[in-house]
């Protein structure tokens, strides 16, 4: 293969979940299958990059100062769901049964991997609350000692003069999942995150 097609299968392979014979298959696709695609794609990615950026107040993707949903006057703005990653909050988007806005930190603390509290994005959450809107943080963080360690982290830094109430999402066993297959980690979750049945 030629040099050029060589360094764009080296970038195509940095994406997460592009491994090398995917990076192979989508370069091909692109030179040689494709072709007409490429200058479109070039261009999309051209112009993302150039309007593309992180909302100001919560972190998520936007165009203008403000993502969508921190714009819609029809969400709850007192109710304010913090996630690790944007992926997170689609995925709870998509299940539609949210309608409060959301507060994106960009990962999760981790003193093995460098992780501290100025390197997430926890300033502008914090000046939310400072405002008096937020009534209540829905914790939707990962269930691991990372994931842990932020929320223990987030609840202390939160002012003793303000009301805001702090819950934690459910976790356990997924939707037609079995007990006999579940992990004991899982378990334990389901366990404790269990409610009145009536």
Request: hydrophobic share 40%; with cysteine.
């Amino acid at each position: 293969m030629t040099p050029a097609f060589e360094h764009l299968q080296q970038q195509l392979k940095q994406l997460p979940g592009v491994g090398f014979r995917s990076a192979e298959r989508i370069a091909l696709n692109l030179l040689v299958e494709k072709p007409d695609r490429l200058p479109t794609l070039v261009h999309a990615l051209q112009e993302a990059a150039r309007t593309v950026r992180r909302c100001t107040r919560c972190g998520n993707l936007a165009e203008a100062e403000l993502c969508p949903l921190c714009a819609d006057q029809h969400r709850d703005q007192s109710l304010v769901c913090v996630v690790e990653q944007v992926p997170d909050l689609v995925a709870l988007e998509r299940s539609a049964a949210y309608r409060g806005v959301y507060h994106v930190l960009h990962g999760k603390l981790s003193p093995i991997h460098g992780v501290a509290p100025e390197d997430l994005n926890f300033e502008p959450l914090f000046a939310r609350i400072a405002t008096g809107e937020v009534k209540e943080l829905i914790l939707a963080l990962s269930n691991d000692v990372e994931g842990e360690a932020t929320c223990h982290y987030l609840t202390s830094q939160l002012p003793a003069d303000r009301e805001v109430a702090t819950s934690r999402i459910g976790f356990g066993l997924p939707s037609g999942g079995g007990v006999l297959y579940a992990d004991s980690v899982t378990l334990k979750s389901a366990l404790e995150s269990r409610r009145s049945y009536s």
